[in-house]
């Protein structure tokens, strides 16, 4: 592995729109951004030549708060960052016809490598709108903050003196910095397709979801009144994403390289784009968590030393409970069986299926045998995933005590809820979910997994040894057509006949899953591996 040997490793920029390091630096919308902060932060403990480049957004991504109707509505506080440091460089990009100034931003406050962000949102700038909100606004809101992550990133290396070998793109909103180098390297004097070439071997691509609302897509006529070809041709930029231009393909076109975040999306992604001629070569290296973050440190101690994992978790599990006292009214019984569910409201994610049989449920309910924890947030522009959290909060209304909603999901809330959580609830429609790292940080803190074999299940726990799997609960294959009515019954059988029985009757048996839940999950799935992974079989070139 590389990191017996650091001298001569590549140097490289991992560029992404988002990176969640901690709750007080809120540039992040989800998964996406936090797997990004914990890249970062694994990138310094194990001693790695990475820098970050992303986008310091003013207004978040969204403050979600619930209203009096139980619908959840946006807000965006303008957020004051005392740990951004202004390195006193800018650069400027061109954006619809105007020069837009990019002051670069550095933060390495959170255990992290240098991260670099691109701000246009200060004083005198007429163009704070494009570094506002997260994925906010209109398809030319997105491309102009594209323009700025990737020609700005790329320029912003230049400005710092930054010396560069590789450029990792985590997802595809970082293409334009590709054109930017094609640029560069046409303006000292290759032509276009040497200029690609040879751009090509700098460049390698994390591909995620493999939903198609994930996968952008854009016109050519508003990426040339966007000033997006950077000095490209239609016929160059057609020949890169074709018509309309899709980032991801572009994406695949323009990497030496890319990968999959977990075996079996490697497998699905492989699939999806077989059809994008000159495709890089996908490979799967699998998502990892930064345990340093995410596992609780007595957790770790007991399970190191062989001790008694319940008192610690018991601790956690008040510590949840007390937040949902204090933030949401509710009081929950530090003695019942808890299962929690803490999702971006997407509906593939299907964060309502356990309500779907609610006969089923209210046996559960009113025989006090189980209690319910949600949170997660939709989309701005969501409706479908802000019908969903209604739902929830409705379900939430009707139980009362037994079930509550937390509203404005965050790091400080998943911390919560991945370490004082009994059960983890992971059901997501097969095979839309890239990896899914909730499930890891919960395992490392010996929180019982309940999931479908999607993304990084496929490699981690096993049915009744460490967690449970709704796949395994019938002995036959899920039929792609029939999963919501396969897995609402693999789901209360594995509830009413494992779960509940085991936690009230045979604590042992449960302490035990808890151990080896930690076992199966500390390095597999640390971000530590995920790190040292990329330079063995994505940075360096072989």
């Given amino acids: 592995m590389v990191h017996h040997n650091k001298e001569g490793l590549p140097k490289v920029a991992y560029f992404c729109m988002e990176f969640g390091l901690n709750s007080e630096l809120p540039i992040y919308a989800g998964g996406l951004g936090i797997l990004a902060g914990d890249h970062l932060k694994s990138a310094r403990d194990i001693e790695v030549p990475l820098i970050g480049i992303g986008i310091l957004w ?102 710092l003196g930054i010396d560069i070998d590789v450029y990792h793109f985590n997802e ?91 075996k079996l999306h490697g497998r699905t992604a492989r699939k999806m784009w077989k059809h994008v001629a000159d495709s890089a070569e996908i490979i799967s290296i699998t998502n990892g968590v930064h345990p340093p973050t995410w596992q609780n440190s007595d957790i770790r101690s007991a399970w190191e030393k062989g001790e008694d994992l319940w008192k610690p978790h018991i601790e956690l599990k008040k510590k949840l409970l007390d937040y949902v006292k204090d933030k949401a009214g509710v009081n929950m019984d530090l003695d019942r069986l808890t299962i929690s569910f803490a999702r971006r409201a997407a509906p593939y994610k299907r964060s309502e299926l356990i309500f779907r049989d609610t006969n089923a449920l209210d046996g559960l309910l009113k025989e006090g045998k189980i209690q319910l924890i949600f949170s997660g947030k939709a989309h701005p522009n969501d409706t479908l995933g802000k019908d969903i959290i209604q739902l929830l909060v409705q379900m939430d209304k009707k139980y009362e005590d037994m079930i509550v ?12 809820m991945v370490q004082g959580s009994d059960v983890w609830l992971n059901n997501p429609v097969r095979p839309l979910e890239a990896s899914g790292t909730s499930g890891m940080k919960a395992a490392m803190n010996g929180v019982l997994n309940i999931s479908v074999i999607d993304g990084w299940v496929a490699e981690g726990p096993h049915h009744g040894i460490d967690g449970w799997l709704l796949d395994e609960v019938f002995h036959h294959e899920v039929d792609y057509n029939a999963q919501d009515e396969h897995d609402l019954k693999a789901l209360y059988k594995v509830i009413y006949d494992e779960a509940v029985p085991v936690y009230y009757d045979n604590k042992n048996r449960w302490i035990k899953m808890m151990k080896a839940s930690i076992d199966m999950s500390h390095h597999n799935f640390s971000s530590d591996r995920m790190v040292k992974q990329y330079y063995d079989l994505l940075y360096t070139e072989h």
């Avoid at 334009?176 to 397709?193: P, Q, S, T």
């Avoid at 909603?405 to 919560?416: D, Q, R, S, T, V």
Wanted: glycine fraction near 10%.
């Fill in 172 to 262: 595809g909103h970082a293409v334009f910095a590709g054109l930017e180098l094609i640029r560069e390297k046409m303006n000292a004097g290759l032509g276009f397709h040497d200029a690609w070439q040879k751009t090509r071997r700098e460049i390698v691509f994390t591909t995620h979801t493999p939903v198609e609302a994930g996968n952008e897509v854009h016109g050519h006529e508003l990426l040339q009144h966007m000033e997006a070809y950077n000095s490209l041709t239609y016929e160059q930029m057609r020949e890169i994403g074709g018509d309309p231009f899709n980032m991801t393909v572009a994406a695949l076109r323009i990497s030496r390289i890319a990968n999959g975040v977990s």
């Fill in 58 to 159: 003013k207004n978040d991504y969204t403050t979600q708060l619930i209203g009096e109707d139980g619908r959840p509505y946006d807000v965006y506080p303008e957020h004051e960052f005392p740990n951004v440091k202004d390195t006193g460089k800018t650069v400027q990009v061109r954006v619809r016809g105007m020069d837009v100034t990019c002051k670069i931003m550095m933060v390495d406050a959170y255990g992290n490598v240098p991260l670099y962000l691109l701000n246009t949102n200060f004083e005198g700038s007429e163009h704070g709108w494009m570094t506002s909100k997260l994925y906010g606004g209109v398809d030319q809101d997105r491309i102009a903050q594209e323009i700025i992550l990737g020609v700005g990133g790329v320029r912003a290396l230049r400005a």
């Fill in 405 to 416: 909603f937390l509203e404005n999901y965050n790091m400080e809330i998943a911390k919560l």
